[in-house]
């Protein structure tokens, strides 16, 4: 009775011993401080775990810990991410109350952390801007967010006309332009999509804060696909244009988990491109690709114009 007793009681002490550790979330297995608990993602608020989810992006989770201060409830949470520790602290409503870089992770730690977690291979993923700051127009040199500008691309009887409509939305607390593309094929509308731009004033980086897509077939609304916002479903600002971009630079311009992940390598700054409009010089070239699925785009920009080709579709003439 004895000896059985013994055996069932190291087996429940082992059980609890790994439930313990299992519930910690802590990869780094630090002790948790005075006044803190450690807690998992999914212990926490909706609001605060949205938040953290967002910050997430390209990055990985190191620990969260929950603790009193100044009379409210703070989730400090450690997230590794290019290279380094971040600690952000984040209040029960989900708002962030502060956000530090503490140190330089070991550089093959930080690679193996962003590589399992994102996949980014290097693209940025993380834009630190105070939108405060940003305005729904701008005179970007490769993407001039100004209402009334429209671009008629061609593909044969295939057309995709880009405008900038005399609207704004806000999006993640900032009020932004909107830019609508609409697709045609074959004369039938297959999809409009309102996309929401805000630029930097001070650098002329223009930021991509979602879209709202209407999906056609046979002249008939069919599905919203692919529509995402900053600040829902974990869904967060990407950048769509550098205002200087530079070659090798490679960057997310849609970060909408499951839904949108596009993003681009500057492939050229001074490519000269021929459309049906004419010859246009010092242009940029974007390679786009998603690890959302295989396909590889192609678009170019042009200084004082905007986009002039999207793959196929070629600018049919000037603005």
Not at 197 to 218: I, L, M, S
């Amino acid at each position: 009775m004895k000896t059985s007793y013994l055996i069932y009681s190291l087996l429940a002490l082992a059980v609890i011993g790994t439930s313990g550790c299992a519930s910690g979330g802590r990869s780094s297995g630090e002790a948790a401080e005075a006044g803190e608990t450690k807690v998992r993602l999914d212990q926490t608020p909706t609001a605060v775990r949205q938040t953290i989810e967002r910050e997430l992006v390209g990055g990985q989770l190191e620990d969260i810990a929950v603790k009193k201060s100044k009379g409210k409830t703070i989730y400090e949470t450690d997230i590794i991410r290019n290279g380094h520790k971040w600690e952000v602290n984040v209040a029960e409503d989900g708002n962030i109350v502060s956000k530090v870089q503490e140190e330089k992770a070991g550089a093959e730690e930080a690679d193996k952390h962003t590589n399992a977690k994102s996949g980014n291979d290097g693209w940025r993923d993380s834009f630190h801007v105070n939108k405060t700051t940003l305005s729904q127009t701008g005179n970007s040199q490769y993407l001039p967010i100004q209402p009334g500008r429209v671009l008629k691309l061609v593909h044969g009887n295939d057309r995709l006309t880009v405008s900038i409509v005399n609207e704004t939305k806000s999006v993640d607390g900032v009020t932004t332009g909107v830019l609508e593309e609409r697709e045609e094929k074959d004369g039938q509308l297959i999809e409009v999509s309102h996309n929401f731009f805000a630029t930097d004033p001070a650098t002329g980086d223009v930021y991509y804060f979602g879209e709202d897509v209407d999906n056609y077939k046979d002249g008939k609304l069919t599905n919203h696909d692919s529509a995402w916002l900053a600040g829902e479903k974990g869904a967060k600002f990407g950048l769509m244009m550098p205002g200087k971009p530079r070659k090798g630079d490679k960057f997310y311009q849609e970060i909408a988990p499951k839904v949108a992940l596009d993003r681009v390598e500057i492939v050229s700054v001074d490519e000269t491109v021929k459309t049906p409009a004419g010859t246009f010089e010092h242009c940029v070239h974007l390679r786009e690709t998603t690890p959302l699925e295989a396909d590889i785009s192609h678009k170019y920009y042009a200084p004082g114009i905007g986009m002039i080709k999207d793959d196929e579709f070629e600018l049919a003439e000037k603005p």
